[in-house]
C-alpha cells in the first residue's frame, strides 16, 4: 500500500505487459486466476470508456479506518487494494503478483489459489482494521487511526509472500541482505519502512500477519474449505458448455469412416477386394489391378498365375505380394 492522492504516469505499462507475456510463454500451464487479477488491477488503473461510469474514483475507496467504521463502508475495505496510484506503484505491485501467482496457482490449483486469494484479502483487510482501532484505543495514536489513507495490493502481496516461503528452508537476498527466505517479509517489512517513503506500515504488517493466520488455519483443517468448493463449483459452471463442444466433436470423430493402411476402407456392393493380396477392386473388373487374381462368379477370386492348395497361396508368395501392393 502507499499513502497519497496524486498519480504520475511514467509509461511503464508496457514493460508490464511485455514481462507478464514472457512468462506466460515460458510456462507450460497458464494461470487464469493470476491473469485475472492482473488484468482487474490494470484495467481500474487505466479505467477505460467502457467501465470507466461503473468505477468509484480512488477519492471514495481510499483504505481509511475512521470511514470504514464509521459508516460501515464496505466499498471502502474490499476495493482499496485494486486501486493504485500511479504506474508505477501499479508495475511494481503486479510484477510481484505475477511471480507469486504462476507458483502458489501452479501448485495448488486455481479454485483453492482463488480461495486464498480472496481469504487473504479480507483477513489483511481486516487485520489492519483492528490494528489502527487497537492503537487509537491503547495508546491514543490517533495518525493510523484518522489520517492515513492507502491503497495498493500490497497488504495482499505480503500474505502470499509468507505463504509461499512458509517451507522454504534455503536463503534470498531482499534488497542486497541475505536472509532466511521463511523471515524474507519481515525483513522487506522493515527495510520498506526504513527506505520508502509514503508507505502504510499497517497496511504491510496487517498481510504478514494474515498469511500466519492463513497458515495456522489451514493446517488445522482437513479437507477443502468451503471458498474452494464454491469456485471449483462456478469454475464447473463455466466450463461446462466448452467440455460438452469436445465430447460432441470426440463423438463425431468417433462414429465417422476408419481408414485402414492410408485407404479409406470401401463398403459398397459395387466392390469387390481380391483373396490374395486383398486389394479393393472396382466392380466392373474381373481380374484384380494389383495381383491379377481372378475374380469368380460367387465374388472370391482364384488365381490363373500360381499354383494353390485349399483356395490359398505358399505363405511366402503372398509375402510378396503384399509387400508389392504397399510399396506402390
Not at 49 to 58: A, K
Not at 248 to 271: A, D, H, K, P
Not at 280 to 307: F, V, Y
Request: proline share 4%.
Amino acid at each position: 500500500m502507499e499513502t497519497g492522492r496524486r498519480r504520475v504516469s511514467r509509461g511503464m505499462l508496457p514493460l508490464l505487459a511485455l514481462h507478464t507475456a514472457n512468462e506466460y510463454y515460458r510456462v507450460g500451464w497458464k494461470p487464469p486466476v493470476t491473469a485475472g487479477l492482473l488484468a482487474a488491477n490494470t484495467l481500474i488503473y487505466l479505467r477505460p470508456s467502457f467501465i470507466d461510469s461503473m468505477l468509484p474514483t480512488i477519492d471514495k475507496v481510499w483504505f481509511n479506518p475512521h470511514l470504514i467504521l464509521k459508516h460501515k463502508d464496505l466499498k471502502r475495505f474490499l476495493l482499496s487494494p485494486f486501486y493504485h496510484m500511479d504506474e508505477a506503484h501499479l508495475v511494481y505491485n503486479m510484477m510481484s503478483l505475477l511471480w507469486k501467482g504462476i507458483q502458489l496457482e501452479t501448485s495448488m490449483g486455481s479454485a483453492e489459489f482463488a480461495s486464498m486469494v480472496a481469504t487473504l484479502l479480507g483477513m489483511s483487510q481486516g487485520i489492519t482494521l483492528l490494528l489502527a482501532k487497537s492503537l487509537l484505543l491503547f495508546f491514543d495514536y490517533e495518525r493510523a487511526y484518522y489520517s492515513q489513507f492507502a491503497v495498493g495490493f500490497s497488504g495482499v502481496l505480503f500474505a502470499m509472500k509468507v505463504v509461499l516461503n512458509s517451507q522454504s528452508a534455503d536463503y534470498t537476498y531482499v534488497h542486497g541482505l541475505i536472509v532466511p527466505t521463511r523471515h524474507a517479509a519481515w525483513v522487506e517489512l522493515i527495510l520498506i519502512q526504513m527506505f520508502v517513503p509514503g508507505v502504510s506500515f499497517l497496511g504491510h504488517l496487517g498481510g504478514i500477519l494474515a498469511g500466519i493466520l492463513y497458515l495456522r488455519l489451514k493446517g488445522t483443517y482437513s479437507g477443502s474449505d468451503p471458498l474452494t468448493i464454491l469456485f471449483k463449483g462456478l469454475a464447473d459452471a463455466l466450463s461446462w458448455p466448452l467440455r460438452f463442444a469436445q465430447g460432441l466433436f470426440r463423438r463425431r470423430r468417433i462414429s465417422g469412416r476408419g481408414t485402414v493402411g492410408g485407404r479409406q476402407t470401401r463398403r459398397t456392393s459395387g466392390v469387390w477386394r481380391c483373396w490374395s493380396c486383398t486389394y479393393d477392386n472396382p466392380g466392373g473388373l474381373s481380374i484384380c489391378e494389383m495381383c491379377g487374381t481372378a475374380r469368380n462368379g460367387n465374388g472370391l477370386s482364384s488365381s490363373l498365375q500360381w499354383p494353390r492348395q485349399s483356395h490359398e497361396l505358399p505363405l511366402d508368395e503372398l509375402r510378396r505380394r503384399r509387400l508389392e501392393r504397399f510399396g506402390r
